[in-house]
């Protein structure tokens, strides 16, 4: 054999070269080129779970090669399924106990009202309690914030009338009257408010699943549902904010909740905005026709109305 002055034999250096030249990563997506296809560079790099299935996506937490059986979400970036299960892409609220309750309360209501498809596409750590017991605080906080501007709004009316009359001392009282009975109404909030989540988030899951069970679109389970729904209370927040935030909250209510029911049943936002308003305008029509018989009954009871007259 052959050998240069160096001692190396013939090619020695050329395949040096070859296995030095790194390996192009993968490209991220569900439906890519797997790496190291004959197709492409030649190279291969398998799945770091199923070894025999090509890797077709890099995930963005641990950097394991994976294979579509491997994806949980592309959204917002490649996320592998053992990831995902330790929550690391989880919302804010589901990894309150890392990030803490404060964090995650408000990261999360700001993710939901800025960017809601991305929130959406998160995994679900807690699908059963984590939407549920968000949607009790926000309502909850929204409404207080609420009550809490109208205690102060009552104190500043009671102090301006009372300073109108000329008497500076019964001004004052009376603003401050008036502004501890706002002030009590707070409270008073803060104990109603979580009962009336409860009930309206039950409403709203099982409306909302049921007009899609109606017109064959429910694919998701009934705790994703509620998970949605929950979560879409982070509207009510917007009850906080003076003045517009009263018109703004009970239209953001059915857009989150439109949003959430087509992430849950991977359904298109408009069969969703229409499950989400169905059983609005079904309940709002019956309460309509209970009201107007009852309305027509008592009419008919009073002397002198609609009803029959005495002979």
């Not at 404060?102 to 498809?117: A, M, N, Q, S, Y």
């Not at 102090?159 to 009282?173: F, K, R």
């Not at 209510?253 to 849950?264: H, Q, T």
Request: glycine content about 12%; some cysteine; proline content about 6%.
């Amino acid at each position: 054999m052959e050998v240069d002055e160096s001692g190396a034999e013939p090619g020695a250096e050329a395949a040096g070269q070859a296995d030095a030249e790194p390996a192009a990563e993968p490209s991220a997506g569900p439906n890519a080129e797997p790496f190291g296809s004959t197709q492409g560079s030649g190279h291969w790099n398998a799945c770091g779970v199923h070894r025999e299935a090509a890797a077709t996506f890099t995930c963005s937490r641990c950097g394991t090669f994976g294979c579509p059986e491997c994806l949980d979400s592309m959204q917002p970036m490649p996320l592998c399924v053992a990831c995902a299960a330790r929550g690391v892409n989880a919302v804010p609220w589901e990894r309150r106990e890392t990030v803490g309750l404060w964090r995650g309360f408000w990261d999360t209501t700001f993710e939901l009202c800025l960017r809601p498809k991305e929130f959406f596409a998160r995994p679900a750590v807690d699908s059963l309690g984590g939407g549920a017991f968000y949607g009790v605080v926000a309502y909850t906080a929204g409404n207080m914030a609420f009550v809490l501007q109208f205690a102060l709004l009552y104190g500043v009316i009671g102090l301006v009338a009372g300073l109108s009359s000329g008497n500076e001392a019964a001004g004052a009282a009376m603003g401050i009257g008036i502004g501890a009975l706002g002030c009590i109404m707070v409270p008073i909030v803060g104990v109603q408010a979580p009962v009336m989540a409860v009930f309206g988030m039950a409403f709203g899951m099982a409306g909302a699943h049921l007009s899609l069970t109606l017109m064959k679109q429910a694919r998701g389970s009934w705790e994703a549902s509620l998970r949605g729904v929950g979560y879409a209370n982070a509207a009510y927040m917007w009850l906080a904010v003076p003045c517009v935030g009263l018109f703004i909250s009970p239209f953001a209510v059915v857009w989150l909740e439109a949003r959430a029911i087509s992430a849950a049943h991977e359904t298109s936002t408009f069969v969703a905005f229409a499950a989400v308003v169905m059983w609005r305008l079904l309940l709002t029509t019956l309460l309509f026709a209970v009201y107007m018989l009852f309305l027509a009954a008592v009419m008919g009871m009073v002397p002198g109305t609609l009803g029959p007259s005495a002979p």
